[in-house]
């Protein structure tokens, strides 16, 4: 699985998508995470990205001419959905992420600043939208980074066997969007015990107590 970032800040995705499960799945080629700066397709004299909006108002709009050429150039190795991070789209869910990896190869993903993007980068390029909840944020990039990893988790190989996105407290196979109580070592802690069937090797119990208080 493939994915092309766009984005006016680059530098924001190294820590997070350097880390951990996603940094693992990234070595062993599983992913493949590529970041372009907008910045650089700029024409401007000044490499401006932004200005401000015909008919008045507050803030700025991203420029079509950076995002147009971006845009062109990673579709040239990208064959995947233009998807533009919008407060605006539908929700991004579970189901979703799994139908996603599931389903595509690779993803060119667009993080806006400011107001959004100039409406004729929508009409010419976009494919779909997607929002990560009903809320603004200061740019499209932590929703970017939402989205590669809700959707890196269903790539498989990205989690181990033991850990995976099928089996997790999360999964349908114990009922949907739902989690039961876990513990790990020590049996007690501040005098709480953790409840003697999950210690007892008992896995149809077990199956049964989790089945009982998923929450
Ligand atoms: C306003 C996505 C802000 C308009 C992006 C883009 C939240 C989400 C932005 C616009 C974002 C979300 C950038 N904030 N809920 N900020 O997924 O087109």
């Keep these: 699985m493939k994915f092309d970032i766009l ?10 998508l350097n880390e951990s499960i996603l940094k693992r799945a990234q070595k062993n080629k599983i992913i493949k995470i590529k970041l372009h700066n907008i910045r650089d397709f700029s024409k401007d004299k000044h490499k401006k990205t932004d200005d401000t909006p015909y008919g008045g108002g507050a803030g700025m709009v991203m420029t079509p001419q950076p995002l147009y050429d971006a845009i062109k150039y990673v579709k040239r190795t990208n064959k995947g959905p233009v ?42 390029l976009i494919d779909e939208e997607i929002s990560i909840g009903d809320y603004v944020l200061t740019g499209g990039e932590l929703p970017a980074m939402v989205f590669i990893d809700a959707v890196s988790r269903f790539i498989p ?42 210690t007892s090797g008992n896995h149809k119990e077990i199956e049964k107590w989790r089945k009982k208080h998923l929450k």
């Excluded at 006016?8 to 995705?13: A, H, I, R």
């Design 7 to 16: 984005t006016l800040f680059p530098e924001m995705f190294n820590s997070y």
């Design 83 to 124: 998807i533009y991070m919008s407060p605006k789209g539908p929700k991004l869910t579970h189901t979703r992420a799994k139908r996603y990896a599931t389903g595509t190869k690779s993803f060119i993903l667009l993080c806006g600043r400011y107001e959004g993007i100039d409406e004729r980068i929508r009409e010419l």
């Design 157 to 198: 190989g990205v989690l181990h066997d033991k850990d995976s996105a099928e089996e997790d407290s999360f999964s349908r196979k114990l009922g949907g969007k739902k989690e039961y109580p876990h513990y790990t070592k020590p049996a007690e802690f501040k005098g709480l015990k953790v409840p003697a069937v999950l």
